[in-house]
Nanobody, 124 residues
Framework: QVQPVESGGGLVQAGGSLRLSCAAS????????MGWFRQAPGKEREFVAA????????YYADTVKGRFTISRDNAKNTGYLQMNSLKPGDTAVYYC?????????????????WGQGTQVTVSS
């Protein structure tokens, strides 16, 4: 299976935390980068965070900076998105994506494989 698989979504109260996981195949995991995106109802999909494999450099959208942390576990071919201080505005379907080769649109675009998404709902 080449497409990554997300897990860890759910319902949480505002101020709470969730950790999303992204399990990727060894074919795609250790290539260029992994990213997280989200799409709220009626809105376009937006970039959340990314991590570059070569040096573990991380990138964040301004809306989540300081609250979310992206990381990886090479031994498990799994990436994570730790989400703290969640707000109702963070409610969305969260998608994991992997990038095989560098793209000029990185980190906001250029990903090759996408997961099916996991729902995150933050109640007020």
């Amino acid at each position: 299976q080449v497409q990554p698989v997300e897990s860890g979504g759910g319902l949480v109260q505002a101020g709470g935390s969730l950790r999303l996981s992204c399990a990727a195949s060894i074919v795609t995991f250790s290539r260029f980068a992994m990213g997280w995106f989200r799409q709220a109802p009626g809105k376009e999909r937006e970039f959340v965070a990314a991590i570059r494999w070569s040096d573990s450099r991380t990138y964040y959208a301004d809306t989540v900076k300081g609250r979310f942390t992206i990381s990886r576990d090479n031994a498990k071919n799994t990436g994570y998105l730790q989400m703290n201080s969640l707000k109702p505005g963070d409610t969305a379907v969260y998608y994991c994506a992997t990038m095989t080769y560098w793209s000029s649109t990185f980190p906001n675009g250029g990903y090759d494989y996408w997961g099916q998404g996991t729902q995150v709902t933050v109640s007020s």
